[in-house]
C-alpha cells in the first residue's frame, strides 16, 4: 500500500460530460502529481502541484484542469469529454516535490467514455 | 519527442537467471533515475533509483546500472522469480530543475518458471 489513495477507481460516462477524479496523498507529503495512461502507452505526465501552487505542467489538454487543496488532496477535473480521454489516470506523491525523491503512485482511477 | 525510451515491449527469461532491462534517454540535464513495476490493475511500485553522480545502486535483487556517457540506464534483476512478472517502467528527473518525472512507455518481463 503507497499510501496515496484515489477515487473513483472506475467511472463510465458520456462524450461531452465533465468528471472528477479525487486523490489523497501520502500523509506529509506536499506534492502531487498527475498522470495518464492509454492503451498500453506509458505514463504521461500532465501537472504537479506543490503544497497547493501549480508547479509544471505537462500535456495537460485545455478542457482539463487540477488543483490542490489546502489540506492536499487534489482534484482533476475533465471537462467535454471525447472517446480518447478514456484511459488510466494516476495520482502519485512526493515529500519534497524537487524531482530527486520517488514519487509514490495510488492505483489509479480508470475512465471510459462512451 | 520521448525523451526516455524502453525499446523492448517484452521480454521473457526463465527463473533464477538474470533480467536485463534497458532504457535510454535524450536529455542530458536528467540527473536522477527510477525503476518503477507495475501489476495490472495497480499502480506504479518504485523500485529503485540512482542519482547522475553513481554509476550504479544495489538492493537486494535489483541493481541499476547508470552510463552517462551512453545516456543509458539498466535494470538487473538476479535471480529471477515469477513473481517479478510485470511491467517495468524507467523515469527521469531534471531534479531540482523542472520537477517534471519522464516515463518510458514500458517493458512487460515475464519469468517462466
Known amino acids: 500500500d503507497s499510501g496515496v489513495t484515489q477515487t473513483p477507481k472506475h467511472l463510465i460516462t458520456a462524450t461531452g460530460q465533465r468528471v472528477t477524479l479525487r486523490c489523497s496523498p501520502r500523509?506529509?507529503?506536499?506534492?502531487v502529481y498527475w498522470y495518464q495512461q492509454s492503451l498500453d502507452q506509458g505514463l504521461q505526465f500532465l501537472i504537479q502541484?506543490?503544497?497547493?501552487?501549480?508547479?509544471a505542467k505537462g500535456n495537460i489538454l485545455e478542457r482539463f484542469s487540477a488543483q490542490q487543496f489546502p489540506d492536499l488532496h487534489s482534484e482533476l477535473n475533465l471537462s467535454s469529454l471525447e472517446l480518447g480521454d478514456s484511459a488510466l489516470y494516476f495520482c502519485?506523491?512526493?515529500?519534497?516535490?524537487?524531482?530527486?525523491?520517488?514519487?509514490?503512485f495510488g492505483n489509479g482511477t480508470r475512465l471510459t467514455v462512451t | 519527442d520521448q525523451q526516455v525510451k524502453q525499446n523492448s515491449p517484452s521480454l521473457s527469461v526463465q527463473e533464477g537467471r538474470i533480467s536485463i532491462l534497458n532504457c535510454d534517454y535524450t536529455?542530458?540535464?536528467?540527473?536522477?533515475f527510477l525503476w518503477y513495476k507495475k501489476y495490472p490493475a495497480e499502480g506504479p511500485t518504485f523500485l529503485i533509483s540512482?542519482?547522475?553522480?553513481?554509476d550504479k545502486n544495489e538492493d537486494g535483487r535489483f541493481t541499476v546500472f547508470l552510463n552517462k556517457s551512453a545516456k543509458h540506464l539498466s535494470l538487473h534483476i538476479v535471480p529471477s522469480q515469477p513473481g517479478d512478472s510485470a511491467v517495468y517502467f524507467c523515469?527521469?528527473?531534471?531534479?531540482?530543475?523542472?520537477?517534471?518525472?519522464?516515463f518510458g512507455t514500458g517493458t512487460r518481463l515475464k519469468v517462466l518458471a
Open positions: 502541484y506543490y503544497n497547493g501552487e501549480e508547479r
Open positions: 502519485a506523491s512526493s515529500g519534497t516535490g524537487t524531482g530527486l525523491s520517488p514519487l509514490h
Open positions: 536529455n542530458s540535464m536528467f540527473d536522477y
Open positions: 523515469a527521469a528527473s531534471e531534479g531540482s530543475g523542472t520537477y517534471k518525472y519522464i
Open positions: 500523509s506529509g507529503d506536499l506534492s
Open positions: 540512482i542519482s547522475s553522480i553513481k
